[in-house]
């Protein structure tokens, strides 16, 4: 069982930046892939971030590429979403989510293809 703990929530202005991190159980996080994915009001599901557990393999969605990055650091089974220049189409529950037993180069834009989902945290930018 694997349990993801999502912080680094909360409200801030357009322009400002942001940092959420997620925190994962389990000795074999670096084999996990892993994703950021976000959900705002009345929309479905989408996909912000991945990156797979050898972490050389990212995606990031076209609405926050130049703006957002994920990265991840082992020795913490952390995985972080750095969101910069943020703006108000970002309000989102955002969640993290983590694959198991894949290659070292998976990863997928797909919310349904993970196994495990933390509880999500909200983000919310002003104009």
């Known amino acids: 069982q694997v349990q993801l703990v999502e912080s680094g929530g909360g409200l801030v202005q357009a322009g400002d930046s942001l940092r959420l991190s997620c925190a994962a159980s389990?000795?074999?996080?670096?084999?996990?892939?892993m994703g950021w994915f976000r959900q705002a009001p009345g929309k479905e599901r989408e996909v912000v971030a991945v990156?797979?557990?050898?972490?050389?393999?990212?995606y990031v969605a076209d609405s926050v590429k130049g703006r957002f990055n994920i990265s991840r650091e082992r020795a913490k089974n952390e995985v972080y979403l750095q969101m910069n220049n943020m703006k108000p189409e970002d309000t989102a529950v955002y969640f993290c989510?983590?694959?198991?037993?894949?290659?070292?180069?998976?990863?997928?834009?797909?919310?349904?293809?993970?196994?495990?989902w933390g509880q999500g945290t909200q983000v919310t930018v002003s104009s």
């Open positions: 990156t797979s557990h050898s972490g050389q393999d990212t």
């Open positions: 989510a983590a694959k198991t037993d894949v290659v070292p180069w998976y990863t997928s834009k797909v919310p349904s293809d993970y196994d495990y």
């Open positions: 389990g000795r074999a996080f670096s084999t996990y892939a």
